[in-house]
């Protein structure tokens, strides 16, 4: 089946049984992705540090389970993980090598400009600390700390790749084929297609893809908007002018906006 929108975006959606969905309006992970590619290492470190840590807190829970196949939560984590190019030296090194933990994960969201949120997901000693240099960040820049989360996000694998001009009519069947939620093709002239995975698919879909002969821009774990908004061009520049400031604090790992 085949829904075009957002102008000459062509978008292709189906699940399971092949029925239409409804696309997340305006999402698109182009813009970011241009956005922060120079940043794109010390975010994948931040990433291994959160991971990790997740790791440690499972294995914490199940009194010093370090076992994938016996610790059902830290095999999940393992799994996203490896999902979100964690490098897997990283992962068995926290498997091996357990410590008491010394920091906590928390979020928060942060409003701004034209109805946008930010989630972030940050590590610190404590909460307050994590607070404290938000706050920072927000009485420089502008913002808002909200007092607990209203945005609704859902958690996606998202994977960008470059398609063959002669492959564009075949989008959706390679998507389906390849176990993707969703694709859209978000730049005709760049031929650049955006497909949507289960957090757990990521890789296999990944994989799938290169086989038909895409090529990967890039992947990840990122949280997606249940309703997404649509900020003006001051308010988008805004917003990524909070979010680059968020991304080069120390305890703050991801951020992720609501457009």
């Known amino acids: 089946m085949f829904s075009s929108i957002l102008g000459p975006r062509v978008c292709f959606t189906f699940n399971n049984i092949f029925k239409t969905q409804v696309r997340f309006a305006g999402h698109s992970k182009w813009s970011n992705i241009r956005h922060i590619k120079g940043a794109k290492d010390a975010q994948r470190s931040k990433l291994t540090v959160l991971y990790c840590h997740r790791m440690q807190v499972a294995i914490q829970e199940r009194s010093g389970d370090n076992n994938p196949d016996s610790n059902i939560k830290l095999k999940k984590i393992v799994s996203e993980a490896y999902s979100a190019g964690i490098p897997k030296a ?25 109805g ?16 404290f240099e938000v706050y920072g960040t927000l009485k420089r820049k502008g ?92 308010e988008t520049k805004a917003a990524l002018s909070l979010k680059e400031a968020f991304e080069k604090l120390d305890t703050v790992m991801a951020v992720h906006l609501n457009f």
């Open 116 to 131: 946008v949120a930010l989630l972030l997901e940050c590590m610190a000693k404590s909460r307050a600390n994590a607070e």
């Open 90 to 114: 990283s992962l068995q090194n926290t498997l091996k090598n357990f410590k008491d933990l010394e920091k906590v994960e928390v979020k928060f969201e942060v409003s701004s400009g034209g």
């Open 143 to 234: 913002g808002k700390l909200e007092r607990q989360l209203k945005t609704k996000f859902n958690r996606k694998g998202i994977i960008m790749a470059e398609v063959k001009k002669e492959a564009v009519s075949l989008l959706e069947d390679d998507a389906i084929e390849a176990g993707a939620e969703e694709v859209e093709l978000i730049n005709e002239e760049e031929l650049v297609a955006e497909f949507i995975t289960g957090v757990n698919e990521l890789n296999d879909v990944k994989e799938n893809l290169e086989g038909r002969g895409y090529k990967c821009i890039d992947s990840s774990l990122v949280y997606i908007p249940e309703l997404p908004v649509s900020p003006n061009t001051l």
